[in-house]
C-alpha cells in the first residue's frame, strides 16, 4: 500500500470496531483504510480481537434491563437463551392429527 506511517484516529478506531462487528475480515477493512494487512492488525489489536465482545455485551445489558423493566418478549427470550426455558404445552394440546381422526371415527360409530 503506501510507505506512509499510518496514524491511527478515533474515527478509523470507529470504523475498524464497526467493519469488525459487521463481519467484514481484516483484509477487507485494511483495503478501505488502504493499509497493509500487517499495519491493520499493529495498530488496531485490540479493536479487533475486542469489539465483537463489547458490541454483544451492549446489546445483552440493553435486552436484560428491558426485560427487567416489564418487556415481556425480551423477559421470553432471556429465559429461552440463558435458563433453558421452553413452554410445555398442556397434554390436552399434544394430541396429533392421527389421535384426532381416531376420535371422530370412533364419535361416528
Known amino acids: 500500500?503506501?510507505?506512509i506511517e499510518h496514524e491511527p484516529t478515533d474515527e478509523?478506531?470507529?470504523?475498524v470496531i464497526g467493519f469488525s462487528c459487521a463481519g467484514?475480515?481484516?483484509t477487507q477493512i485494511a483495503d478501505y483504510l488502504k493499509i497493509d494487512d500487517k499495519t491493520l492488525r499493529?495498530?488496531?489489536r485490540y479493536e479487533l480481537d475486542h469489539a465483537k465482545m463489547e458490541k454483544t455485551m451492549a446489546l445483552a445489558d440493553s435486552l436484560y434491563k428491558d426485560a427487567l423493566e416489564g418487556d415481556k418478549d425480551d423477559r421470553q427470550f432471556w429465559?429461552?437463551?440463558q435458563a433453558k426455558w421452553s413452554y410445555a404445552k398442556p397434554e390436552e394440546d399434544k394430541k396429533t392429527v392421527?389421535?384426532?381422526l381416531l376420535e371422530k371415527l370412533i364419535?361416528?360409530?
Open 1 to 3: 500500500m503506501s510507505n
Open 12 to 15: 478509523t478506531r470507529g470504523k
Open 24 to 26: 467484514f475480515n481484516q
Open 42 to 44: 499493529k495498530y488496531y
Open 79 to 81: 429465559l429461552k437463551c
Open 98 to 100: 392421527t389421535d384426532t
Open 107 to 109: 364419535d361416528k360409530l
